[in-house]
T-cell receptor
């Protein structure tokens, strides 16, 4: 089976840094995704990690440790528009199946 | 064109109605997906088509019937739905074996 855990909600201040953690248990791991989803809108791709380490893309970075079944998404220089849900998703080998975590709702306050 | 489009944006239907959701992409992606998302829940995979053939059916009830008439189009035919089927239905596409899925804006379905 598979299990993906991430915090339900987080609050941070504009201009600050926030780290959203994700732990997973799955058989046949083939990569971890982070998606951003604003309320009532479709998810949009943020990052993809398949090897251990840090991937940086502008204000967003994502880290993966396969041995620990752990990832985090780091958001720097927070802006109000970053208020959204952040979905951790794990892809399994042997097909197209991507399992989404329940998402972390991030509230950015002034 | 890096967009997945879905129609209609909103749909209200009765339990005896038959309706269809449509999804279209022109990115040359040969994998297309249907997800169902309830409020404050993650997207749940329903179906995957690869090269226009159904490759995954996540034990979805037969009142949902997918169709992939060509490499750009994906339909979801709805019949005899239940109120609990009310949700946001998301279509996505990707290259086969590629990383990123591109999501459409979704169809918000209400079953009365």
């Amino acid at each position: 089976g598979q299990n993906i855990d991430q915090p339900t909600e987080m609050t941070a201040t504009e201009g600050a840094i926030v780290q959203i953690n994700c732990t997973y248990q799955t058989s046949g791991f083939n990569g971890l995704f982070w998606y951003q989803q604003h309320a009532g809108e479709a998810p949009t791709f943020l990052s993809y990690n398949v090897l251990d380490g840090l991937e940086e893309k502008g204000r967003f970075s994502s880290f993966l440790s396969r041995s620990k079944g752990y990832s985090y998404l780091l958001l720097k220089e927070l802006q109000m528009k970053d208020s959204a849900s952040y979905l951790c998703a794990v892809r399994r080998t042997g097909g197209f199946k991507t399992i989404f975590g329940a998402g972390t709702r991030l509230f950015v306050k002034a | 064109d890096t967009e997945v489009t879905q129609t209609p944006k909103h749909l209200v239907m009765g339990m005896t109605n038959k309706k269809s959701l449509k999804c279209e992409q022109h990115m040359g992606h040969r994998a297309m997906y249907w997800y169902k998302q309830k409020a404050k829940k993650p997207p749940e995979l329903m179906f995957v088509y690869s090269y226009e053939k159904l490759s995954i059916n996540e034990s979805v009830p037969s009142r949902f019937s997918p169709e992939c008439p060509n490499s750009s189009l994906l339909n979801l035919h709805l019949h005899a739905l239940q109120p609990e089927d009310s949700a946001l239905y998301l279509c996505a596409s990707s290259q086969v074996g590629d990383d990123e899925q591109f999501f459409g804006p979704g169809t918000r379905l209400t079953v009365l």
